[in-house]
């Protein structure tokens, strides 16, 4: 009972923030994106799909800013997660957002890891080792794509 207690306070300030991380880039949409799809080839990551949120808009006649989302992920390590709580399902594989916000600023956003554990109840002994990589993993990655980290 203590550690849901404890995890609960590590979850509190993502809790306030619906679990959403959010990092603005140095560049537009289109070359943050690139620079992601980038940085996953350069480290193996399977990239599924992009889905271009202002092309489907267009096609419904209809206009918003540039967004797009990246669709990328590991089945091995995702199917260890969806074996610790298999509704994991429901957000694996990970995503990040690349998006132009109403004062032209690019965002690159995605749902915290520890958000997602918290969620969907993850055992805390269940695949520790990944529970722990795979927020320093998204983190770098999406400061990588924004041009705010090495």
Known sequence: MRRWWIIGLMILPLAAKNGIIDYISRYDTEETGRRLVKILRERGIRLFSV????????SAGLTIAPMK??????PKTDARLINCAPTMGLDLPMKMLVFTDK?????ITYNGPLYLYWRHRVP????????????PMLDKLAKEAAGIAP
Request: net charge neutral; hydrophobic share 35%; glycine share 10%.
């Open 51 to 58: 889905i271009d949120h202002a092309d489907e808009a267009k």
């Open 69 to 74: 989302l990246f669709i990328f992920g590991d």
């Open 103 to 107: 004062k032209g600023q690019t965002h």
């Open 124 to 135: 805390v002994r269940c695949e520790q080792k990944l529970q722990k990589a795979l927020g």
